[in-house]
T-cell receptor, first 113, second 111 residues
Framework: AQSVSQHNHHVILSEAASLELGCNYSYGGTVNLFWYVQYPGQHLQLLLKYFSGDPLVKGIKGFEAEFIKSKFSFNLRKPSVQWSDTAEYFCAVGMDSNYQLIWGAGTKLIIKP | EAGVAQSPRYKIIEKRQSVAFWCNPISGHATLYWYQQILGQGPKLLIQFQNNGVVDDSQLPKDRFSAERLKGVDSTLKIQPAKLEDSAVYLC?????????FGPGTRLTVL
């Protein structure tokens, strides 16, 4: 069965540190890739998405992600994190035409001020 | 634009009781999803509707869970009878195409 793996369940960083959250999926066909974020007390919301074209995609709040097809990866990055980036981050992969998503387990990111 | 609405936000019941959750999607969104999110895991799709038809309910435990979307707008998800392992957050999402918009979820605790 298809699956999505997020390597770290918890990450703690200091402000201004660089961030990279890993996401790998198991599916050899065409995929649509998403990162969603859930800030404390808020709804899940879309951070960025990749469907085709430039494998480096930029999202809201300075986040970006790179699709590396050969590695089945879609890692999330931010050069300098802020305290307000404290949240849970989910990678999700769409593998069919029904817009269904398979989700990773999430990474809880804590930024120390 | 108004977001996805869900109620109730919290529910505590005893095992073997029944419970129902309600979702009102964003206006114009034809696709509606119900997810179950157990603590420490990502959302797991229970059922997907396209208008008032079911697209996929393969992961819905049909012996105890049921869902409907009358008139292709609001939706309800019911659990009857509840088990301890049903304790989770139940998320509703709607979409027009590829981006799913989520409601606040209902946190269910089964004692």
């Amino acid at each position: 069965a298809q699956s999505v793996s997020q390597h770290n369940h918890h990450v703690i960083l200091s402000e201004a540190a660089s961030l990279e959250l890993g996401c790998n999926y198991s599916y050899g066909g065409t995929v649509n890739l998403f990162w969603y974020v859930q800030y404390p007390g808020q709804h899940l919301q879309l951070l960025l998405k990749y469907f085709s074209g430039d494998p480096l995609v930029k999202g809201i709040k300075g986040f970006e992600a790179e699709f590396i097809k050969s590695k089945f990866s879609f890692n999330l990055r931010k050069p300098s994190v802020q305290w307000s980036d404290t949240a849970e981050y989910f990678c999700a992969v769409g593998m069919d035409s029904n817009y269904q998503l398979i989700w990773g387990a999430g990474t809880k990111l804590i930024i120390k001020p | 634009e108004a977001g996805v609405a869900q109620s109730p936000r919290y529910k505590i019941i005893e095992k073997r009781q029944s419970v129902a959750f309600w979702c009102n999607p964003i206006s114009g969104h034809a696709t509606l999803y119900w997810y179950q999110q157990i603590l420490g895991q990502g959302p797991k799709l229970l059922i997907q509707f396209q208008n008032n038809g079911v697209v996929d309910d393969s992961q819905l435990p049909k012996d105890r869970f049921s869902a409907e979307r009358l008139k292709g707008v609001d939706s309800t998800l019911k659990i009857q009878p509840a088990k301890l392992e049903d304790s989770a957050v139940y998320l509703c999402a709607s979409s027009f195409r590829d981006e799913q918009f989520f409601g606040p979820g209902t946190r269910l605790t089964v004692l």
